[in-house]
């Protein structure tokens, strides 16, 4: 064992070590160009997403319920998969509409409603705080395991000084700009040393435990065979049912996406879309080396007699009963970095997410906090502190406690909850806010009531009544058998509840609620920015101003048309008139908005030729646009008339403005009603065209008789003819 005043001295100067690096890094990155970060250091910075859970936890997990322990990484796995079409289009939104956290994604897709933004970020303080004080608890837990102290004394020193450093650090690389869109280069490379120091800790200390405690890997396979252990190697066990399987897979599968922290690494932090493919096969590499050595060390403990109650700590725990101090040290800030990447993180993206949608609508609405808003930077640092500070006190509260330790299940459920609104939102353009709030509510709601009273109630906190009896004798209501169904775990029963009232309501809500205009207008400039493959972008580009138009197929399509009307030579001078016009000549790529100049003035140049009307026939005829084109021009209009729109909901004034913005109003409407004409148009045209080739068939019949008959009556005249003569 070490001292405990050594121990503290090693942590300083590996924090130290990371002030250095995250100094550098940011002092690299200023007088650089260009902020973009290299592939693998993205892919890296997303095993954030392993904390000392997986450090710690998974040994202890798979002790108690063998390889049911993967069923997370599973999802993990299974999410990855999809990458290219989730993250890679949460990407291209980030970049056109400059997101800064999941909720302001989710609240961007459904009207920028800051009631949807504000209810995520309450479900994810309710989630994740608590999940912060079980980082602190594993560092002080392994804090008293490696000096032999008391875990009490360890709050007071080591629980404190984390606490404190990892505000700091925070504050100075996560919270030092106002804008959170901006690369926090600094901090991303500290997360990536972690993830590094984290994985080779694992690696060196499971490949030392394999070797003094088995000898060799197949003396590891010999051992897992003995009777004893050999559940450990078990996918199918009488405590665990394939429901569970199937419930911490869904569990995994949204945590990689979902959770504040991996959506700020994976989305916020991106610097190019191409990225997405080089996380999508490192990612699951290191996953992979990460959960290595699971089995094997937790084969160790069992195999030296460690008693099963410090399951999770096993991997310092048999180093200690080896006699090897250096090795428990080494696992010792393996899981000190899972630890505090995960804290600095989760505070970052906690403390901008309250500020921007719980704090600063409150400060719009009460006077005399209005001053607040000058002051919004500060207030993130003190948000942070309270986050830091409260996680402590409930850590410290709640330590060895039942709530604390199933607080990761309980915090990946609450997360699910953000899945319905995201996937469904993403691909169905039909969803709705007043869907996406009354599903996330019923949702939240349901997480409360079915895993976080029993746990309190497990606590002592509530009446044993509420589970046995129900709520005021309300049957129906028992936490762990609602509605009447008490066969499922609770884990898998609290799943199965709040995503079915999720889902059932997110639906309801989207089918019978119509949306305005303007949240229509929104949803499809949203699904218009997710066609955006942007290569590079160092900072977000509108819509308008993303430049992957080819210039040249533009060129020959205009040039094809004009020649129909004015000859070569005219044609290829307009074409060059217009392009020196435009300053595109020399540019291989045009936006949207430089295609749609263009070929209106090449509808000018047409004009004055064949007529204003016919130019207009002639352009719509042989002008074509892309899907992505056309998503884009409908976009841009979209979000033009809902500029306009909105300056007079909220800007009322009046004389002719008004009336000007009321006629963009009103012409919107009677485009509305002109395309349903037009739609039912075509119809009776068809209808009318279907008729009419009917009765060319019938006048055609009517023809071939009448021929038929002027040959048999010619045929009878003649023979009558020769007859009489």
Known sequence: MFAAHSVILIILLYVLLLFGLAILVERRTRYRSSSIMPGWVYALSLAVFFTSWTFYGSVGFAINSGMLFLAIYIGALISVIFWWVTLRRMVAVKEVFRITSIADFIS?????????????????????????SLQLTAVVSSFSIITGSHES?????????????????????????????????????????????????????????????????????????????????????????????????????????????????????SSDQRHVKTAMWMFPLYLVLINLFVIPIAAAGLKLGIPLDSADYFVLKVPQELGHNLMALIAFIGGFAAATGMIIISTMTLATMTSNHLVLPVCEKINVLQPLQGYLLQVRWVIAAIILTLSYVLAMVLSNSYILAAMGLISFVAILQLAPPILMGMFWRHGNSMGAMIGLLAGYLLWGWTLIIPSMIAEGWLPSTIMTDGPFGIGWLRPEAFLGVDFLPPLVHSVFWSMLFNILFYLLGSWFYHPQKHERSLTREFMAAMLSRGKIAGKARPTGLDAYIALEPK??????????????????????????????????????????????????????????????????????????????????????????????????????SVGGYQFLDEMQSQIDDLEATISEQKKQISELETRLEARYEEIFKHRMEAQKLRVENDSLRRRLVDESE
């Not at 961007?108 to 912060?132: D, E, F, K, N, W």
């Not at 100075?172 to 500290?190: C, K, N, Q, W, Y």
């Open 108 to 132: 961007t897709r459904y009207r920028r409603s800051q009631r949807i933004a504000a209810l995520v970020t309450i479900l994810a303080l309710s989630g994740i705080a608590p999940y912060i």
């Open 153 to 269: 004394e360890a709050w007071d020193m080591t629980g404190m000084l984390v606490m404190v450093m990892m505000l700091v650090f925070t504050i100075m690389f996560g919270i030092r700009r106002l804008d959170p869109t901006e690369r926090h280069s600094g901090m991303i490379a500290v997360l990536v040393a972690e993830c590094i120091v984290k994985l080779f800790a694992l690696l060196i200390v499971g490949f030392f435990i394999v070797r003094t405690v088995f000898g060799d890997f197949q003396q590891l396979f010999d051992t897992l065979n003995h009777e004893e252990i050999r559940y450990l190697t078990e996918f199918q066990q009488p405590s665990h049912s394939g429901l569970m399987w199937m419930t911490l897979i869904i569990l995994g599968f949204a945590a990689v996406q979902f959770l504040p922290r991996q959506f700020h690494v994976g989305v916020v932090e």
């Open 555 to 656: 060129l020959v399509e205009a040039t094809d048309l004009l020649v129909r009307y004015l000859g070569q030579d005219k044609a290829e001078e307009a074409i060059q008139r217009i392009t020196d016009d435009l300053q595109v000549s020399r540019k291989p790529y045009l936006t949207i908005i430089e295609l749609m100049e263009f070929h209106r003035m090449l509808e000018h140049v047409l004009a004055g030729s064949i007529g204003s009307a016919s130019a207009h026939a002639a352009i719509e005829e042989r002008i074509n646009y892309n899907e992505r084109e056309e998503a884009d021009l409908k976009a841009l209009y979209s979000h033009i008339l809902n500029e306009l729109q909105g300056q007079v909901r909220h800007e009322p004034s009046s004389g002719p």
